[in-house]
């Protein structure tokens, strides 16, 4: 029985990750048919605007078409991503580390599918009022999921919650 709570868990998982992806694909797809060529739509004015930007490089356009470094960070976050999800319990204590690894994932894998398809990522949610850089759906992905992570290890669990984490028992070099 717990094997198949377990196979479940990680068909959920990608189906998740799956729609995630779409969604942030579906969002750069519209940006691209109304924002590309054309002025800022104007939401609050002053304040929040769709424009759109071909962005070459990592997070506020730091290291410029560096594509095979970022893709090689993505296979990294998805194997460590993967890593630490099979060891998480299935149990709904651990749900919000299992949400926050899933949408790491589809964030870096929404921006990588535009890296390898388009050689930039598309980005167009514009924060005019405090000038922060313009970003996308897949980005709010990993910022979101990476603060509650660091939430939830602070402020939720306790160490003892997160030994899953290290070593299984009987695994070290003494024997213990």
């Known amino acids: 029985?717990?094997?198949?709570?377990?196979?479940?868990s990680y068909i959920m998982a990608v189906i998740?990750?799956?729609?995630?992806v779409l969604l942030d694909q579906y969002t750069k797809y519209l940006a691209v048919l109304y924002l590309k060529d054309g002025p800022a739509l104007v939401l609050w004015n002053r304040v929040f605007e769709l424009t759109?930007?071909?962005?070459?490089?990592?997070?506020?356009?730091?290291?410029q078409n560096q594509q095979i470094f970022f893709v090689c960070i993505a296979v990294v976050i998805f194997a460590f991503v993967a890593?630490?999800?099979?060891?998480?319990?299935k149990t709904s204590r651990?749900?919000?580390?299992?949400?926050?690894?899933?949408?790491?994932?589809a964030g870096a894998a929404g921006n990588l599918i535009d890296r390898?398809?388009?050689?930039?990522?598309?980005?167009?949610?514009?924060?005019?009022?405090?000038?922060?850089?313009?970003?996308?759906?897949?980005?709010?992905?990993?910022t979101?999921?990476?603060?509650?992570?660091i939430l939830l290890i602070f402020f939720f669990?306790?160490?003892?919650?997160?030994?899953?984490?290290?070593?299984?028992?009987?695994?070290?070099?003494?024997?213990?």
């Not at 029985?1 to 479940?8: A, F, S, V």
């Not at 890593?83 to 319990?89: A, E, L, S």
């Not at 651990?94 to 994932?105: A, H, S």
Request: glycine share 10%; aromatic share 18%.
């Open 116 to 142: 390898i398809r388009l050689g930039y990522v598309v980005d167009f949610f514009y924060f005019r009022l405090i000038d922060f850089p313009v970003f996308n759906v897949a980005d709010i992905y990993v």
């Open 157 to 176: 669990y306790k160490e003892e919650d997160l030994q899953f984490l290290g070593r299984k028992k009987g695994a070290g070099t003494d024997g213990k």
């Open 16 to 20: 998740l990750v799956i729609a995630a």
């Open 144 to 149: 979101v999921s990476f603060a509650v992570l």
């Open 83 to 89: 890593y630490c999800y099979v060891r998480i319990p």
């Open 1 to 8: 029985m717990k094997k198949k709570n377990g196979r479940k």
């Open 52 to 63: 759109y930007l071909e962005n070459r490089g990592a997070a506020f356009g730091l290291l």
């Open 94 to 105: 651990y749900l919000p580390l299992r949400l926050c690894g899933i949408f790491i994932v």
